[in-house]
């Protein structure tokens, strides 16, 4: 009822408008004054034309437009409201006189005044509403001088929003944009200056106090190059979110604006999947995500509830994980359907129960150690948890006739310098295997490190900064590849829906990044200058730790499949039998507690590990295929 009280004056407005537009269609055809007879006629008519015309207005929602708002869809409204009010006039008058006295030129004029009188008002009110304050913003100075990098709808949206705020803060100066046939132009209202390049000099000559990044669609070469630019005006930049990440879709608006990440950098083109097939795989299905708790697995968790399963059952061992994630799974997505179940891959009674219970029809194993020298000195623990764990969800998987079994495995599993590559590599051919004797397909995903994960770099990097230095990284040359995690979830599920059974899927990583330059970058996003600010110091490499990180053993062919950003890694073959012995074997060193054992174990499960305390390579893999 509020609403109704709100928009009185607006309905007056137009009932006053009706009138005015319905007097002058017949004043233009009789002239002023009017005759007797026709004076009669317009008076009994006019009534039932005010209250035709308004009631098709309340139909059709024209007063719930906000006038500062105001745009072509309110025009839309307008003209589709105009036309039916006109032609339930002409029904009613048909039926009230049969148009007696009432020209017909009237009815022409009648709804092209209309919809000037209504039309007209709210866009002045509009360019009144976003331009009457600036004068008197400039005069207070309480705004900050803001200067759009890129001309093109976003930041068109972006100053539109500005302009339309009046307690925004900013006061948008003018764009800088590459296009050259749009310099000397303006877009809503205000100038577009020139190249990039140009950046520092317009920012000093114009007192800019912040600059934003409205290019959503740049690729991390383009922000690279408009950051560099940005650091050296030595004013603080923001930027606007992928246009895949963006809350409100398309919209842009200045709530949407952020500190620039070290993932506008790093990132790549946004990855095109098929999700017609993936959803095919996973609707109406129970799936289960082993390891839901953690970075990978949690945005598992989240992709998959979008895709409508029967139902997710999350295996998580970390409590507090688990907590949170359910928390935000049920409060994201209150009708899926969730069973948070807090158990280890590596206790066999608790799977099986929990395969038995909700017997899942995909499985996504993402439950495993990672951290590569805290593993050197854990060798049992690294086992029991990626080799026995994993032979625990397989053999339990199979025995509960699960479709499809999806391994997460990763690039340190390659010619394994560690503890950690070795047990995921052998988790790797034990999958392999059980997928030559078994109904369930077993589909293994290999990539590399994910930015901004639980205890990744990154994580790091930021805390070290925080604190004020120094960032240490290991070696001036180490490079990795990396990937956001949104991006690693999309693609696991891509070669998900792709695989028949055996694969090992390689997800395109791009081009390795050097480390030094992620530290020099994040230092900068920071504000900082690297070595002046915040030092960076070279610890040397770590155990099992090496220079560059390959993604495919040189004896895996690699073919190409549906999808540009997967790659087919053909597996080798191993003997079952003395696959078997070995996994017995490593069983029964964990359950004697003997390391020595394990590791000798492991060299006899993967031959090509290099267990040297530092490894690093002279020079680099050869390049991917990509």
């Known amino acids: 009822m509020f609403l109704v009280y709100q928009r009185i004056p607006v309905i007056f407005h137009d009932i006053f408008m009706v009138a005015l537009a319905w007097t002058f269609a017949i004043i233009i055809r009789y002239g002023w004054p009017l005759e007797n007879d026709v004076e009669t006629i317009f008076w009994q008519v006019l009534p039932m034309v005010v209250i035709v015309q308004n009631l098709v207005f309340w139909y059709e929602g024209l007063y719930r437009g906000i006038w500062r708002f105001a745009s072509l869809p309110d025009l839309l409204t307008i003209l589709r409201s105009v036309i039916l009010g006109t032609l339930a006039i002409i029904l009613i008058l048909v039926l009230f006189n049969r148009l007696e006295r009432i020209p017909r030129s009237s009815l022409m004029f009648y709804p092209f005044l209309l919809t000037f009188f209504l039309g007209m008002p709210r866009l002045f009110y509009r360019l009144w509403y976003e331009h009457s304050f600036k004068f008197l913003l400039t005069t207070a100075q309480v705004q900050q001088r803001m200067l759009v990098l890129g001309a093109g709808t976003s930041g068109e949206m972006l100053v539109r929003d500005m302009l339309r705020c009046h307690d925004g803060g900013y006061i948008p100066i003018g764009f800088l944009d590459d296009e ?108 289960m995500v082993s390891g839901g708790g953690g ?111 999806v391994m997460i495995s990763t690039d340190k599993a390659v010619n394994p310098s560690s503890i950690m590559g070795a047990t995921k590599r052998v988790a790797e051919v034990f999958c392999q295997a059980m997928n030559e004797r078994s109904s369930t397909r077993f589909i293994t995903v290999r990539f590399g490190n994910v930015l901004g994960s639980a205890g990744s770099v990154v994580p790091l990097f930021k805390e070290q900064i925080t604190k004020g230095g120094p960032v240490t990284v290991t070696h001036p040359e180490i490079s990795r590849y990396f990937m ?143």
């Open 180 to 287: 050259t046939r749009l310099h000397g132009g303006k877009v809503q209202g205000i100038p577009i200056l020139g190249h990039l390049d140009k950046l520092a000099e317009v920012v000093e000559s114009l007192r800019i106090n912040i600059i934003v990044i409205a290019m959503p669609s740049a690729t991390s070469a383009q922000m690279q190059r408009i950051v560099e630019l940005c650091e050296r005006c030595q004013v603080p930049f923001r930027t606007l979110p992928k246009l895949d990440n963006m809350v409100n879709g398309v919209e842009v608006n200045l709530r949407d604006l952020r500190e620039v990440a070290i993932e506008d950098l790093l990132g790549r083109e946004k990855v095109q999947l098929d999700w017609h097939t993936i959803e095919i795989e996973l609707r109406a299905k129970v799936v």
């Open 484 to 626: 956001t995690i949104p991006e690693a979830c999309q693609l696991i599920l891509q070669a998900a829906a792709m695989g028949q059974g055996g694969e090992i899927f390689v997800l395109d990583m791009g081009q390795p990044i050097n480390i030094r330059y992620l530290a020099e970058q994040m230092i900068r996003l920071s504000g900082k200058v690297p070595e002046q600010d915040i030092s960076i110091i070279y610890t040397g490499l770590r155990p099992g730790e090496k220079l560059y990180e390959e993604l495919f053993h040189l004896e895996e062919k690699l073919g190409k499949t549906t999808h540009p950003k997967i790659l087919l890694a053909s597996p080798r073959s191993s003997q079952w039998t003395e696959l078997c012995e070995h996994l017995n074997q490593l069983a029964l060193a964990c359950d004697n507690y003997t390391e020595t054992e394990i590791k000798q174990v492991l060299k006899k499960l993967v031959p090509e590990m290099n267990d040297s305390p530092y490894v690093q390579l002279t020079q680099p893999p050869p390049a991917p295929p990509w």
């Open 295 to 405: 970075s990978i697995g949690a945005e598992l968790c989240r992709q998959i509830a979008r895709l409508n399963p029967t139902a997710l059952v999350i295996l998580e061992r970390g409590e507090f994980n688990l907590y949170q994630v359910e928390m935000q799974l049920r409060q994201e997505f209150p009708h899926l359907v969730l069973y948070a179940a807090l158990g280890d891959v590596i206790d066999t009674v608790a799977v099986r129960h929990l395969l038995a219970r909700y017997r899942p029809q995909v499985v996504f194993h993402a439950a495993a150690y990672k951290h590569v020298p805290l593993l050197q000195t854990q060798t049992r623990e690294a086992v029991r948890n990626n080799v026995l764990g994993t032979k625990n969800l397989v053999e339990a998987v199979v025995e509960y006739g699960c479709q499809t079994f």
